[in-house]
C-alpha cells in the first residue's frame, strides 16, 4: 500500500495551464500502476491518464494532446501536466495507485485526498 498526497490544484484561466502532482509514500511505488481521476459535479469520477511502472502512458480522448503524465520513481511522485485547459476540465483531480494497471482502471489500492482544479472563462 502507499499512501498519496496531492498538490498544486488552483484557479486558471481557459487555454492556461497547471501542473498537479502527488507525492506517495511506501517502497512500493516503483512497482504501481498511477493515474490521476477526475470528478466534476455531478458526474462519474473519471480515469483521465495512467501510467505503468515501465511508464507506457494511456490518456481519456479529451485529454490527449493537452496533458502529460509523468512520474519519477526516484522521487516516489507522479505529475499531470495540464495545458490549453478548458472549463470543462474543472473537477476535483485524484491521484490514484493500483499493483496493476487493470486495477487501476477498477478498484485502485490507494486514492489521495484529491485537488480542485478550476478553469475559468
Known amino acids: 500500500q502507499v499512501q498519496l498526497v496531492e498538490s498544486g490544484g488552483g484557479l486558471v484561466q481557459a487555454g492556461g495551464s497547471l501542473t498537479v502532482s502527488c507525492a506517495a509514500s511506501?517502497?512500493?511505488?516503483?512497482?504501481?500502476?498511477m493515474g490521476w481521476y477526475r470528478q466534476a459535479p455531478g458526474k462519474q469520477r473519471e480515469l483521465v491518464a495512467a501510467?505503468?511502472?515501465?511508464?507506457?502512458?494511456n490518456y481519456v480522448d479529451s485529454v490527449k494532446g493537452r496533458f502529460t503524465i509523468s512520474r519519477d520513481n526516484a522521487k516516489n511522485t507522479v505529475n499531470l501536466q495540464m495545458n490549453r485547459l478548458k472549463p470543462e476540465d474543472t473537477a476535483v483531480y485524484y491521484c490514484?495507485?493500483?499493483?496493476?494497471?487493470?486495477?487501476?482502471?477498477?478498484?485502485?489500492?490507494?486514492w489521495g485526498q484529491g485537488t480542485q482544479v478550476t478553469v475559468s472563462l
Open positions: 490514484a495507485a493500483a499493483t496493476t494497471m487493470l486495477k487501476l482502471t477498477t478498484t485502485p489500492n490507494s
Open positions: 511506501g517502497s512500493m511505488f516503483s512497482s504501481m500502476a
Open positions: 501510467i505503468t511502472r515501465a511508464r507506457p502512458t
